[in-house]
């Protein structure tokens, strides 16, 4: 086999992993690693991995820089607090879509 090859089949299962995990909601970048890293593996996963939650219209995702929780704020707020350790955070507010 050649070595060309090879490095076809790795790209073609890291990508085919990614755009099937960006369709469920969930890490792209995370599944086209474990894709290029495992294969068949990643594939499977990605296969049957359960859909994440897409953020709701006019909101987006934000992580909290004290613990790590991910929540969902309104598109043009500033700043929030976290649900968890009640953090009050500052953020730049995306334009209206």
């Not at 004290?66 to 968890?84: L, M």
Request: proline share 7%; charged share 10%; glycine share 10%.
């Amino acid at each position: 086999m050649q070595p060309w090859m090879i490095i076809a089949f790795i790209l073609i299962c890291g990508g085919a992993s990614a755009a099937i995990a960006n369709g469920k909601n969930r890490s792209a970048a995370g599944f086209f690693l474990l894709g290029a890293l495992f294969p068949l593996i990643g594939l499977i996963v990605a296969l049957l991995i359960s859909p994440g939650h897409p953020v709701p219209k006019g909101m987006r995702k934000v992580t909290c820089p004290r613990c790590g929780t991910h929540q969902n704020i309104g598109a043009s707020d500033s700043e929030y607090e976290c649900w968890q350790c009640k953090q009050t955070s500052e953020t730049t507010p995306l334009a209206n879509r």
